[in-house]
């Protein structure tokens, strides 16, 4: 089992900037790929971002790309998102994810096994 717990969430003003932390604990060993994922009310959980643990290889979601960060310490076992130019489109519950997930499946949530309780984030205009 893989636990991990969220943080960073809060209010911001259109154009500021948030890092989510997400620590992860357990079984780590048994994850390849950690990632963010949102979720807004009435919308589909999307994916945000992913981070291939081994290499640091990233993969964005058209919508946060040059906007957005994902990054990890392997050593503490803890992936971060630096969100900048936030806009209120953003707003949303950002959930942390791990997993094995395949090539092409890298930001699809139900490919992933393990989630976090999520942090909010709010954007306002």
């Known amino acids: 089992q893989v636990q991990l717990v969220e943080s960073g969430g809060g209010s911001v003003q259109a154009g500021g900037s948030l890092r989510l932390s997400c620590a992860a604990s357990?079984?780590?060993?048994?994850?390849?790929?950690m990632g963010w994922f949102r979720q807004a009310p009435g919308k589909e959980r999307e994916g945000v971002a992913n981070?291939?643990?081994?290499?640091?290889?990233?993969s964005y979601a058209a919508s946060v790309k040059g906007r957005f960060t994902i990054s990890q310490d392997t050593a503490k076992n803890t992936v971060y998102l630096q969100m900048n130019s936030l806009k209120p489109e953003d707003t949303a519950m950002y959930y942390c994810a791990a997993g094995r997930p395949t090539y092409l499946r890298q930001l699809v949530s139900s490919a992933y096994n393990y989630w976090g309780q999520g942090t909010q984030v709010t954007v306002s205009s």
């Open positions: 357990g079984s780590t060993y048994s994850v390849n790929y």
């Open positions: 981070i291939y643990r081994g290499s640091g290889g990233t």
